[in-house]
């Protein structure tokens, strides 16, 4: 069975930085949706995905003048470099996107989002990670960002210019605290509090939260009954069938040319960090690792 026509809905692909998005895009391939910056339907002056950078790029030089709203009526965008975006912009663009497509998004929990998304007839699915392992990629993926460098003119991660010229330990102490990154103009947040922005989404009934461990397949170190499993729950929460003609090609969702792809296997974070580093991230997580039920 294949779904050349998903008629009614959207799908808002959610995650935390480097926790795996594109296995949740190309489950959604095989499902009939289509990625909505590269198709059809897509104008340059929207975001191609609800990150703060890309917002910041849609709103354009007058962003400040056009993201006026009263307190109250603004949702943070992207949980490392929060960008508060005033509702009703993000209403507009959500409803522009067309139907049968999905769009990628970096978008911490907020008290009523959820309820927006299901006005504007969006599914929204969550995917979690690791803590160790999020953390690890992105630090990875700050300093070699791929084929993402496309993405900017500049070519590089809004980060890049403020890590380099750190030592190791300086650059994973900064992640993991936050502060002012000068360069890029921003304030970070520290990393427990953006992967705890992402947790939230669970309390969320309307948001399906799934694991990167679970979707990823035998190819990056997983199951292929729970990778099985994980995208029947998909199946349900899109309201739609899971067949075996659609299931025997599930090998498909782990893909190492996407754009954002790094290493792509569970414990891949065990061998990148080492001595001080790593026993300094072991400790940062202990309490992420238990809130989001993962092992010590």
Not at 40 to 50: A, V
Not at 88 to 95: D, E, G, K, Y
Not at 202 to 215: A, G, H, M, N
Not at 267 to 273: E, P, R, Y
């Amino acid at each position: 069975m294949t779904y050349p026509v998903v008629e009614t809905s959207r799908v808002l692909v959610n995650s935390l930085p480097k926790s795996g998005t594109h296995l949740l895009s190309n489950t959604m391939e095989l499902f009939g949706y289509q990625d909505y910056f590269s198709s059809d339907g897509y104008h340059h002056e929207n975001p191609r995905f609800f990150t703060a950078r890309e917002v910041k790029r849609a709103l354009g030089p007058d962003g400040e003048t056009a993201n006026v709203a009263a307190e109250g009526q603004k949702f943070c965008i992207g949980p490392v470099a929060a960008y508060p975006l005033a509702v009703a912009t993000l209403r507009q663009w959500l409803t522009v996107v067309p139907l049968q497509r999905y769009v990628l998004g970096h978008i911490p929990w907020s008290a009523g989002l959820g309820e927006l998304l299901a006005e504007t007839h969006y599914h929204h699915i969550f995917i979690i990670r690791d803590p160790r392992a999020v953390f690890v990629s992105r630090l990875r993926y700050i300093l070699d960002p791929g084929a993402a460098r496309d993405l900017y003119d500049d070519r590089k991660h809004f980060l890049e210019n403020d890590v380099t010229d750190l030592s190791h330990a300086d650059r994973v102490e900064f992640l993991l605290q936050g502060g002012d990154a000068q360069q890029a103009g921003v304030a970070i947040r520290s990393y427990g509090d953006a992967y705890r922005s992402a947790l939230a989404w669970t309390q969320d009934p309307r948001c399906l939260v799934v694991r990167f461990e679970d979707l990823v397949g035998e190819q990056g170190g997983g199951s292929t009954e729970a990778q099985r499993q994980t995208t029947e729950r998909i199946a349900a929460h899109l309201g739609l069938p899971l067949d075996g003609e659609l299931a025997a090609k599930l090998d498909r969702i782990y893909d190492p040319t996407a754009r954002t792809f790094k290493s792509g296997k569970i414990d891949g974070w065990k061998t990148v960090l080492e001595g001080e580093s790593l026993e300094r991230l072991l400790a940062y997580c202990a309490p992420l690792c238990e809130e989001a039920g993962y092992a010590p």
